[in-house]
């Protein structure tokens, strides 16, 4: 079952908006991890916050995690078409174990 | 480096036929994962396999086989294919030791007629 629900299902923006997407879960985590997918292609890891942390940057990424409300964000900044993709949460659970529960995905539109 | 390695990248088959997707990584990772993907349904994990030698079950292992030939290679079989099992599958490593981060191959598209 998935552990991860993202919000929106599909977002279409336009090139140089910023796209905010959410993922709640509902067990305790070690990590969570966003993914990105391209039509057609295998998922491609964005970025990782583990649980003692409540943001991290990269590049035009932004994440924020809130243990106490078990969300998390994504926010891309100034989008550009080649952002058009599927996004993907997915959560690690305590105990070390590698092993992710993924999301149902958001499905990313940008506009030229 | 390649990295994770996938063949075939389509395939159909008939209704009982059966057929072993392989997938290889180059990175001297050491957990290996079979994923099925389904529209609007993100990933569900088929079977991992922690460690050369080791494999588990995962949240859909039902009617699925793996094998974990070498640490490099990690291989899904259907025995008896059902038009349920039509899906994209993907393979996934880690390299472990502390760390999380997934890496994909390009997926194995099949449809069972």
């Known amino acids: 079952s998935q552990q991860g629900e993202e919000d929106p299902q599909a977002l279409s923006i336009q090139e140089g908006e910023n796209a905010t997407m959410n993922c709640s879960y509902k067990?305790?985590?070690?990590?969570l991890q966003w993914y990105r997918q391209n039509s057609g292609r295998g998922l491609v890891h964005l970025i990782l916050?583990?649980?003692?942390?409540r943001e991290k940057h990269s590049g035009r990424l932004r994440v924020t995690l809130d243990t106490s409300k078990k969300s998390s964000s994504l926010l891309i900044t100034a989008s550009r078409a080649a952002d058009t993709a599927s996004y993907f949460c997915?959560?690690?659970?305590?105990?070390?174990?590698?092993?992710?529960?993924f999301g149902k995905g958001t499905k990313l539109t940008v506009n030229p | 480096n390649a990295g994770v390695t996938q063949t075939p990248k389509f395939q159909v088959l008939k209704t009982g036929q059966s057929m072993t997707l392989q997938c290889a990584q180059d990175m001297n990772h050491n957990s290996m994962y079979w994923y099925r993907q389904d529209p609007g349904m993100g990933l569900r994990l088929i079977y991992y396999s922690a460690s050369e030698g080791t494999t588990d079950k995962g949240e859909v292992p039902n009617g699925y086989n793996v094998s974990r030939l070498n640490k490099r290679e990690f291989s899904l079989r259907l025995e008896s294919a059902a038009p349920s099992q039509t899906s994209v599958y993907f393979c996934a490593s880690v390299r472990g030791q502390g760390t999380y981060e997934q890496y994909f191959g390009p997926g194995t598209r099949l449809t069972v007629t």
């Open positions: 997915a959560t690690g659970t305590q105990g070390g174990s590698e092993k992710l529960v």
């Open positions: 916050i583990r649980s003692n942390e």
């Open positions: 067990t305790s985590i070690n990590n």
